[in-house]
């Protein structure tokens, strides 16, 4: 597996068609299989109180889907160990957060009176445009975002400091998870993930174990399943909460800018915890979607597998899609039509902050010489492509038949006018 620069910035994955380890490499994987992990929930739970000296997690249901997630992932033989214990500080970070949170509310009850006021939400497939879009608008000195640090840290540590900078010690520790990162170019090149980049707000409600972020940290179909299956409405509170939670530490009466890219399947939880939000949906080619997804998630599936799997890999999220856009298409109605705006992916592209005014304006922010100078801003010292870009390939790497996968979607092509990024002839 590695990465080869075709040109200048410019990266082809190979690896998808014979994956292979280093030889070193695979001999460091297999000597970690020796290694003892508990990948208990009851050894999670006393690892994060350790870690933060808390030991109220408030209303403890999340221990079910924590034992799910953590179940699973301790049953598949297919993944190397050293993964497994990846995943496993995944969970001990959530729970440590979980704690942190509830100290956090019960010692600032005011919290609870932060409004959250008619925020604009980005509904988008991943890939699909919505982090740009995100925090080109984010630009406008209006709006405020969710910065990756403190999607990461949604609360200070108790009895933590800023450094002698004043820095806060989230941001440094988000900034030094994005340098090790952006060590693989492939993942600069691919997504932005810097300390003050704009992020999702699902990524506050990971500490409730509840999002489809996890699916993106291990492989979890029946966790999937179980998630699906039960109204994601509560789990949409707690984010919130905790979106309120931010805010009272940085109070302005700035407008939030947020997105999500599982929103595009809980329209009818998302509208109920905002129901006076502004909803952008983007659209773009689900081909165009699949062949970045499948690279970017499939990276992981390389490095974590003792044998990678690459079909199991690409059905799973060839399924995923077809169901998130289905589940909008079925959807889409719950929200007024005054309140929603579907934007393509080419309209972005070909004008941006044309695109990011029109949202705006929909959100009741004229227009203005000002808006429009701080996203030029935005765009001049965050160039498309700066980091790279990656070439891809559906049939040669994952096998995929195009015109059939082009039939396959037609359910959602034939509604929503996406230019057909990727062709299916020739």
Not at 400 to 425: G, I, M, N, Q, S
């Amino acid at each position: 597996m590695g990465a080869q620069g075709v040109q200048a910035k410019t990266y082809k994955v190979d690896g998808f068609k014979n994956p292979t380890l280093p030889e070193e490499r695979r001999l460091a994987l297999e000597a970690g299989e020796a290694e003892q992990l508990d990948m208990s929930v009851e050894s999670v739970l006393a690892i994060a109180r350790q870690a933060t000296g808390l030991d109220d997690f408030g209303p403890m249901d999340f221990v079910e889907r924590m034992g799910l997630l953590l179940g699973e992932v301790e049953a598949n033989d297919n993944l190397w160990k050293t993964a497994k214990k990846t995943f496993v500080g995944f969970c001990v970070k959530a729970a440590s957060n979980r704690l942190k949170n509830r100290d956090f509310l019960k010692r600032n009850p005011a919290i609870e009176d932060v409004v959250i006021d008619r925020p604009i939400i980005i509904v988008g497939l991943p890939r699909s445009g919505t982090t740009h879009l995100e925090n080109l608008i984010a630009a406008d000195r209006r709006l405020r975002y969710l910065p990756v640090y403190l999607g990461s840290e949604a609360v200070p540590t108790p009895g933590e400091q800023p450094g002698p900078n004043g820095e806060d010690p989230r941001w440094v520790r988000s900034s030094a998870h994005w340098d090790r990162m952006k060590q693989n170019p492939l993942m600069a090149a691919m997504h932005e993930h810097s300390p003050d980049h704009a992020c999702g707000e699902n990524e506050l409600q990971m500490p409730d174990f509840s999002t489809y972020q996890w699916e993106w940290m291990a492989e979890v179909p029946k966790w999937r399943d179980y998630y699906l299956g039960h109204d994601q409405t509560p789990h949409y509170q707690y984010g919130k909460t905790m979106l309120k939670a931010v805010a009272y530490q940085f109070p302005n009466d700035r407008r939030w800018i947020m997105k999500g890219n599982q929103h595009s399947e809980q329209l009818p939880a998302l509208n109920t915890i905002y129901p006076d939000a502004i909803f952008i949906q983007t659209h773009r080619d689900p081909l165009a979607l699949l062949q970045s997804i499948l690279t970017m998630r499939g990276l992981s599936v390389l490095a974590n597998q003792k044998k990678p799997d690459i079909q199991a890999h690409v059905d799973y999220w060839v399924d995923r899609i077809e169901r998130m856009l289905r589940a909008y298409m079925r959807d889409m109605e719950v929200i007024p039509a005054d309140r929603r705006i579907d934007l393509m992916f080419q309209d972005i592209m070909a004008d941006d902050i044309g695109s990011a005014q029109r949202v705006l304006e929909a959100a009741g922010l004229p227009s203005s010489a000002e808006s429009i100078g701080d996203m030029k801003h935005y765009m001049d010292t965050h160039p498309r492509g700066k980091d790279g870009r990656v070439v891809y390939d559906l049939e040669g790497d994952f096998n995929l038949d195009r015109k059939a996968l082009r039939e396959r979607f037609r359910f959602y092509t034939d509604v929503f006018p996406v230019k057909h990024e990727v062709k299916v002839d020739g």
